[in-house]
């Protein structure tokens, strides 16, 4: 029973991650289209404030709510009840003290992050969008921990489909009508959520008492770690936009560089559905219970079957990538030679994903904090020194350098230490090498020739792979859904032999 519910949930979580993107590319190509460079380049500046507001009013508390009412609602459902209402009303309240404090003084900081030109207006609704995204955050971990799968997936797929319907009638209204889509959709997602959590439990809601505040050092020490890792990271992202936002002309510099940073998501699609299925198992097998043989192997053909995926989809993305920003409209034409250092990053974040998950299960979770800080420190360094010359493009570049640095580290670490064979070495910089000179041959190669050989190349490089790792096809059949594994294993099995 419990195999069948995790399964069961693992498809509720796999539907909404595939049916939420294409709604937020969708409102992407919108917004950018109906705002133009310059007024969606202030429109992700916002954006990126509110994420990173939120993330530092929320104390990591989003987190600590899946973990304690997970943990304790369903052996205990009155001590589940108090954390879930010690830690909603403790983020409220700090939340509240400080989005009233920013907005009182933003006189005396805005300067410090958006150009002159942004209104009052764009700053209250970043502020208020913060706020909303901090509730949704808290209503998300609580869906999650109380295992309500089914509403946390209507719930993020109804917030998006908000956005993207407000977004086509407010956008007409510049960037304070696309913030204030933002601001009302998410407001709407909000009260759905809070009514499901009413109806299912009230008690949730119910105001913590002075003995139930006691909890709060058992909280804080959980969250902790999270916040720090927000603090540090987050706000670099934040800090990175607003520097090239204040250089001359900037903003439609951003403007560009966030859409090539929206879409290259793209690439993570179907990556991600494997990174969603192999972080259990992996978890599961590097455990004080697990078995390390199987361990290591399921490892080796994580990372392969990341490389099988990513690399070929890198190729096709990258190489039509100039005709997709069609759809952004002309304005947006240059920003494909944005979008081939960012893909690039993404996709090999993508293939190193396991690392992550690898460090987790061994406990190594502050030494991966520890080299985000550093990518983070890199990644300032090279905006501070890249942005003032080459503006967006070297951004993009910072982005793909401090990117790479990161996973090289971690490989190396990981090495090290023992989480992770050294065979495994070979694999991802092979992968790493694959992905640079797909990115360099975007660049170089004339539209004709990059477009003529996409599909060529792509069929290639998964058949080389395929034929010099036969285990893979049974991985990868195994992982295609029941009803077309029949005719995918004798494709693959036709491509091995």
């Known amino acids: 029973m419990l195999r069948q519910g995790i399964a069961k949930s693992s498809q509720w979580v796999f539907a909404g991650t595939v049916l939420s993107k294409p709604i937020q590319l969708f409102t992407n190509v919108i917004l950018a289209r109906l705002l133009g460079p310059d007024s969606y380049g202030v429109m992700g500046l916002a954006t990126s404030m509110a994420v990173t507001l939120a993330l530092i009013a929320s104390f990591g508390l989003g987190d600590a709510m899946t973990k304690f009412v997970a943990e304790h609602y369903q052996r205990d459902k009155e001590s589940g009840v108090r ?42 609704l970043c502020l208020c969008l913060a706020l909303m995204n901090l509730l949704f955050a808290l209503l998300a971990g609580a869906f999650a921990g109380l295992q309500l799968f089914r509403d946390l997936t209507i719930f993020n797929l109804l917030q998006a489909a908000a956005v993207a319907v407000l977004a086509t009638f407010l956008a007409f209204y510049s960037t304070e009508g696309a913030l204030l889509a933002y601001v009302v959709g998410a407001a709407a997602c ?31 020490r959980f ?23 204040r250089q001359p002309g900037g903003t439609r510099e951003l403007g560009m560089f966030s859409t090539a ?6 690439v993570t699609i179907l990556p991600g559905v494997v990174g969603l299925v192999i972080s259990p198992a992996l978890i599961q097998e590097a455990g004080a219970h697990g078995d390390f043989a199987a361990y290591e192997n399921l490892l080796k053909k994580s990372f392969l079957s990341l490389v099988f995926l990513t690399l070929p ?4 993305f990258l190489f039509f990538g100039d005709l997709l920003f069609l759809v952004y409209g002309r304005q947006f034409a240059s920003a494909f030679r944005l979008f081939a250092p960012l893909c690039g990053s993404v996709a090999i974040g993508a293939i190193g994903a396991p690392l992550i998950i690898a460090m987790t299960a061994k406990n190594k979770t502050w030494w991966s904090l520890g080299f985000g800080i550093l990518k983070s420190l890199v990644l300032v360094a090279l905006t501070l020194w890249w942005v003032p010359v080459h503006l967006s493009m070297g951004l993009a570049w910072a982005f793909f350098v401090s990117e790479i640095s990161f996973y090289l580290i971690a490989t190396e670490f990981c090495i090290g230490v023992g989480v992770m064979p050294a065979a495994i070495r070979q694999t991802f910089y092979t992968a790493c090498l694959g992905a640079g000179a797909i990115v360099l041959l975007a660049i170089s190669l004339p539209d004709v020739a990059r477009w003529a050989l996409a599909l060529p190349a792509s069929i290639l490089v998964g058949i080389l792979m395929v034929r010099g790792y036969p285990p893979l096809t049974a991985w990868l059949s195994d992982s295609i859904p029941y009803p077309l594994r029949p005719r995918a294993r004798s494709i693959l099995s036709f491509i091995s032999s």
């Open 190 to 220: 909000i009260v759905w959520g809070v009514a499901k959590l009413l109806f299912y439990d009230r008690r949730l809601f119910r105001l913590p008492n002075l003995a139930d505040l006691a909890e709060l050092k058992t909280i804080i």
């Open 83 to 124: 954390y879930a209402s010690v830690i909603l009303w403790s983020a409220l309240c700090f939340s509240s003290v400080l989005f009233f404090t920013l907005w009182a003084s933003q006189d005396r900081w805005r300067a410090l992050v958006f150009p002159p030109q942004v209104t009052r207006a764009t700053i209250d």
């Open 223 to 245: 969250s902790l770690p999270i916040w720090v890792g927000c603090f540090f990271l987050s706000p670099v992202i934040t800090y990175t936009f607003a520097f090239l936002a």
């Open 261 to 266: 940073l929206g879409l290259r998501t793209i």
């Open 313 to 316: 989809l890198l190729i096709i």
